[in-house]
């Protein structure tokens, strides 16, 4: 069984942030080691036994520094159980309905033999940094969007696969 899992993650705001910090806490919870790292941050992947990647999506693609994590750990990626995650929609459409990986995330998902992907809601509020991001909440379409349940559930059938999973090595 896999016990090492690393959840790398893009954000430009912390959203995203919040929801790698909830699955590492989940999968923690359930026995596993987990770790939250920003993606940027993350210099090798060799020490863990499956990855979760996951990224914000701005103007229909993730965050780069989720698509530069992949490119980069290729190598180290390959093999290993692998989960994806967007965050975005700033609305309830992720919680009402499966919302596909966008293009760039469909060929990782197809690349890596990833186990599955997930489009949570996203959350853009007073203080957002960027000027489109500020436009956004200044229109008053900004919000939390973010279903934490829905996020749970997803870590936890995480945790029940990996149960299954051999060590990777």
Known sequence: MPSSVLIAY???NGSTARIAETIARVLREEGLSA??????????????????????????????D????VRRHAGGLAGRPLWLFSSGPLDTSASERNIPPV?????????FGAQEHI?????????AQGFVARRIVSSGRGGDF????????????I??????EPKAG
């Open 35 to 64: 770790t939250a790292v920003p993606a940027r941050c993350v210099p090798d992947v060799g020490a863990y036994d499956a990855v979760v990647v996951g990224g914000g999506l701005y103007a229909g693609r993730w965050h780069k």
């Open 146 to 157: 973010r279903d934490f349940a829905e996020i749970e559930a997803w870590a936890g059938r």
């Open 119 to 127: 489009t949570f809601g996203g959350c853009l509020e007073e203080g």
């Open 10 to 12: 893009g954000t430009a």
């Open 66 to 69: 989720a698509r530069r994590f």
């Open 103 to 111: 293009p760039g995330v469909r060929r990782v998902m197809v690349r």
């Open 159 to 164: 945790a029940t696969r990996l149960a299954g």
